[in-house]
């Protein structure tokens, strides 16, 4: 899984963090859970504002 798997971060975050409102993560917080993810194999340092800002949303869209 690669930074740009957006909808596939979404869901293993929601499944690996089914408790926690993705509103109000930070992105630290969520630059360190998708990097954790079972399967992502891309370089941690590639993330910016933009890629993770658009995980949250897919986040948010997952649990709604």
Same mark, same amino acid.
Request: charged share 30%.
């Given at each position: 899984m690669k930074w740009i /798997? *957006? +909808?596939e971060?979404?869901?293993?975050?929601?499944e690996? %963090? =089914?408790d926690v409102d993705p509103q109000y &993560?930070?992105? *630290? @917080?969520? %630059?360190r859970w &998708? *990097?954790?993810l079972e399967g992502f194999a @891309? /370089? =941690? /340092?590639?993330?910016?504002?933009k890629i +993770?800002?658009?995980i949250q949303l897919a986040w948010i @869209?997952? &649990?709604?």
């Open positions: /798997d *957006t +909808l971060i979404a869901i293993g975050l929601s690996n %963090h =089914p &993560v930070r992105f *630290t @917080d969520l %630059h &998708v *990097t954790g @891309d /370089d =941690p /340092d590639k993330s910016n504002e +993770l800002e658009a @869209d997952e &649990v709604s």
